[in-house]
């Protein structure tokens, strides 16, 4: 990028600079720290960068330009001047009709694409009269049992005219069927249904403990999805590959990257295995990133994951489609870093995340509600983080030009050294076998860990600042208007399960339930009968404990 003898020289100033100005004001004042580094010190931060920084830096090969390979700036060419990103607002409240009820009016508020947040009986495959939902119904998002659930929670809204992201793993299966039945009643193509579905398996293992079956079985399930969205519903995102989990349990932003990455080399791997074709379902994987506080690391994060996953999917698996090579990605803004101390400065610290995915180019973004750290966000909260994403659209300028950071010498070598990084960690696992093995093993769950671990001591000790938790604290109790789920709202549900038990047709449930099992006890595709027992009112739990007889529970170390 710079002539040699250039580069030469503007070491030569840098060194000059270091000797007769910084070096001696720092011997002088010192600094704030002794070393600067990246929030989760995975990089160690230099007081000057310079196009010394970057002489390796090859603009066509490394950086070129949007909606073309390496996809570093974009993987679509006009990026926000052409449409602007999704915004997404997750929602999930307690029951389907309330749920329902936060859907339209966040529509009203001018949101572009619904978020289903489920709770966590519905996450773990049991319905809400199962003991072990007991005190867990609608807690942490809308519990669904049957098909009737979520026909409330879609009553009046279109499926022809919304894109619907479903944030379900173990049962991914269920809840897509039941998205595809909806669009069957309302009498919408299935090509041209919409949406996400997470169904990432393996960061659950790692993150979240939210499984139920053993990982062969699961990714099983996983490449039947792949197969059957292929067919049917070629629009809809057959899984969201979610780096989001793993950073909250405490990772760095290379640790990120490398193991959502490495999730994603584990599913196309399983996909090829079940004979798919990798430019038939690569189209259609997407990624579901964190967004975190240090704006440069974030916005350096995302146009690295971009680079890679490019390199990965033309030189492991030899996609020739470009969009097989294009990592689209979601972004959350960090669940972790809200603190219920001093709620306000949450909005703060939402809007600089929203900032950085803007700025790293996101396809789709959650603005998380400055009280998230206490309950589920109440309606004026929702509102304002939906209002960030629309000032940061409309008022910022972020929006108006592509990858607005590139050729920032700092930016540009905070990219490589994240990929350079990311990429060392994906050498570690494949020399344990590939993710799922470094899984079992514990091995990445054990490294994500340690840097929890060593963060908090840091926290603990005053070391890292977090604002109105370890410095400048407040005394104050102030008044919180909390969303809360109460014993009647999880008695109305059951009470609500047992009406459609009572109506339905119980030989059709348990004809469909026996199809179900029948097939997973073979090779043919589980998606068509899953579709036919929703369709039914077979529940979540009964097509869930189905799996469970012919797959099992995993067990880690097992």
Known sequence: ?????????????????????????????GERKDVFTTDTGGQEVDPL???????????????????????????????????????????????AAETNERFNYLLDEGQTGLSMAFDLPTQMGYDSDAAMAAGEVGKSGVAIDTLRDMETVFDGIPLSEVST???????????LAMYVAIG???????????????????????????????????????????????????????????????????????????????????????AL???????????????????????????????????????????????????????KFHTQTGGSTLTAQQIDNNVVRVAYQALAAVLGGTQSLHTNGKDEALSLPTEKSVRTALRTQQILAHESGAADTIDPLAGSYYVE??????????FDILDEVDDRGGMLDAVKSQWVQGRIQDVAFDRQQEIEEGKRIIVGVNEYQVDEDPEVDLEEVTEEDERRQVDRLE?????????????????????ARGDDNL??????????????????????EEFGEYQPGM
């Open 413 to 422: 070598a905070l990219t490589d050294d994240l990929e350079a990084e990311a």
């Open 184 to 270: 069957d009643q309302q009498g919408v193509d299935r090509s041209e249904l919409r949406g996400t579905i997470q169904n990432d398996i393996m960061k659950e293992y790692i993150a979240r403990n939210l499984y139920i079956y053993p990982p062969e079985p699961s990714m099983r399930l996983i490449t039947d999805i792949f197969e059957f969205c292929a067919a049917e519903t070629p629009k809809f995102n057959t899984i969201s590959i979610s780096g989001y989990h793993i950073r909250e349990a405490g990772s760095t932003a290379a640790q990120e990257i490398a193991f959502t990455l490495g999730n994603g080399i584990e599913y196309v791997n399983a």
């Open 499 to 519: 009406t459609v038990r009572a109506e339905r047709d119980d030989e059709a449930v348990e004809a469909a339930l026996a199809a179900v099992r029948e097939t």
């Open 1 to 29: 990028m710079f002539d040699p003898d250039d580069l030469d020289t503007i070491r030569e100033a840098k060194a000059d600079w270091e000797a007769d100005s910084y070096g001696p004001t720092v011997d002088r004042f």
């Open 165 to 175: 992201s479903m944030t379900i793993n173990a049962p991914a299966a269920i809840l």
């Open 49 to 95: 960068y310079t196009p010394a920084d970057v002489a390796d830096l090859d603009y066509r090969e490394d950086v070129g330009v949007p909606g073309e390979e390496p996809y570093t700036r974009g993987v679509y060419s006009t990026m926000y001047r052409g449409r602007l990103w999704t915004m997404r607002q997750y929602a999930g409240m307690g029951t």
């Open 527 to 548: 998606l068509p009968p899953i579709v036919d027992a929703v369709k039914a009112y077979a529940s979540v739990g009964e097509i869930s404990n189905a799996l469970r």
């Open 273 to 327: 295995d079940a004979g798919l074709d990798v430019d038939e379902f690569a189209p259609q994987l997407s990624f579901f990133f964190n967004a975190h506080n240090n704006i440069f690391e974030e916005v350096a994060k995302f146009r690295a994951a971009r680079r890679m996953w490019a390199k990965i999917m033309e030189e492991r698996f030899g996609a020739e489609n470009p969009k097989s090579k294009q990592l």
